[in-house]
């Protein structure tokens, strides 16, 4: 069984061999320089090819269709890639959000500074912060 730790870092490296893809570093077009098929691809356990791969959990579609990556099959350019890229990035932080049970467990940033996803705590410290704040402004509107 594939772990939620896994997943997460299926995307992960997928992000960055997109991001590959768009300085024309690496080939596009292949599943087996690709994490997530490598992780997913023709598990044999369904009739899906791309069965519990977050992109088809999130499009309902095999082989990344529903994704900017067709618009980059049918003209390689860099900004296809890229598009496809930042779509990999924002379905990491919708996969990472929900968490493990598939609810929003934990909340994730990209810093463009250090270039890396960075957590911004449980949604229980998150909301414990903003109780901690809101007593502190009751408090001074008294």
Request: glycine share 6%; aromatic share 10%.
């Amino acid at each position: 069984m594939i772990t939620f730790k896994q997943k997460l870092t299926a995307i992960k490296g997928s992000i960055k061999k997109w991001d590959m893809v768009s300085h024309l570093e690496t080939d596009g077009d292949r599943r087996s320089n690709c994490p997530l098929c490598t992780l997913y691809w023709a598990k044999g356990l369904t009739a899906s090819r791309c069965c519990d791969c977050p992109i088809y959990e999130k499009t309902g579609e095999e082989e990344c269709r529903g994704t900017p990556f067709y618009k980059w099959h049918c003209d390689k350019t860099s900004d296809n890639a890229e598009a496809f890229r930042d779509w990999l990035k924002d379905l990491y932080i919708e996969v990472s959000e929900k968490g493990e049970g598939g609810e929003v467990t934990t909340r994730w940033s990209f810093d463009k500074e250090s270039k890396e996803w960075v957590c911004d705590g449980t949604m229980e410290e998150r909301i414990e912060k903003l109780e901690k704040k809101m007593k502190i402004c009751y408090r001074r509107i008294k």
